[in-house]
């Protein structure tokens, strides 16, 4: 069992950055591919970023691509998601995921474990 405990959302206004944090407990490993998703309000959840569980290897949606960067710190146990340049359409909850895969976690059925979500408000 992995319990993950997402941090860093909040209230920002457009152009500004925001740094989430999502720390795994339990029976935690670095074998784990990592990933954020995401959920608007009236929307599904979307993909945002993962990271590989071996090579740190990452992949974006498109909509982030060049804003946001997913990083891990193995010994930390601790995954996290710098976004820059926020803008209204990124308002959303986010949700920290795991899953024991090689490679890279982008799909909701992939998912072993979910954070309860952070907040994150963009304002004009």
């Known amino acids: 069992q992995v319990q993950l405990v997402e941090s860093g959302g909040g209230l920002v206004q457009a152009g500004d950055s925001l740094k989430l944090s999502c720390a795994a407990s339990?029976?935690?490993?670095?074998?784990?591919?990592m990933g954020w998703f995401r959920q608007a309000p009236g929307k599904e959840r979307e993909f945002v970023a993962t990271?590989?569980?071996?090579?740190?290897?990452?992949y974006y949606a498109n909509s982030v691509k060049g804003r946001f960067t997913i990083s891990r710190d193995n010994a930390k146990n601790t995954v996290y998601l710098q976004m820059n340049n926020l803008s209204l359409e990124d308002t959303a909850v986010y949700y920290c995921?795991?899953?024991?895969?090689?490679?890279?976690?982008?799909?909701?059925?992939?998912?072993?474990?979910w954070g309860q979500g952070t907040q994150v408000t963009v304002s004009s």
């Open positions: 339990g029976r935690t490993s670095s074998n784990y591919a």
């Open positions: 990271i590989s569980s071996t090579l740190s290897t990452t």
């Open positions: 995921a795991a899953a024991r895969i090689y490679g890279m976690l982008y799909r909701d059925r992939d998912v072993d474990y």
